[in-house]
């Protein structure tokens, strides 16, 4: 099992920066891959950037709608990150952390909402 909380959501003028963070508890040492999903009410979660730590697929993809302004990392190993920048009005969506574990388990934090708007 595993757990996650995220953090660092909130209200955000165009143009500007966020650092979502997302802590992991327990069998940290069982996973394969990690990232953010956000989801917007009447559309489905959409995977925003992902990181594969493990096996030759072993590192980081993002949606072609956040490619060069957002950045996810793996601070330690309890922790990731996801820093966006130049955010837009369209990346106002509930966001949530992931990860998969070698079984093939996944798991979610709560979410945190991140809203851009002037």
């Known amino acids: 099992q595993v757990q996650l909380v995220e953090s660092g959501g909130g209200l955000v003028q165009p143009g500007g920066s966020l650092r979502l963070s997302c802590v992991l508890s327990g069998d940290i040492f069982s996973l394969s891959r990690m990232g953010w999903y956000r989801q917007t009410p009447g559309k489905e979660r959409e995977l925003v950037a992902g990181?594969?730590?493990?096996?030759?697929?072993?590192?980081t993809d993002y949606a072609d709608s956040v490619k060069g302004r957002f950045t996810i990392s793996r601070v330690n190993v309890h922790k990731v990150s996801l820093q966006m920048n130049s955010l837009k009005a369209e990346d106002t969506a509930v966001y949530y952390c992931?990860?998969?574990?070698?079984?093939?388990?996944?798991?979610w934090g709560q979410g945190t909402q991140v809203t851009v708007s002037s």
């Open positions: 990181m594969t730590t493990r096996g030759p697929d072993r590192g």
């Open positions: 992931f990860t998969d574990d070698l079984s093939g388990n996944r798991y």
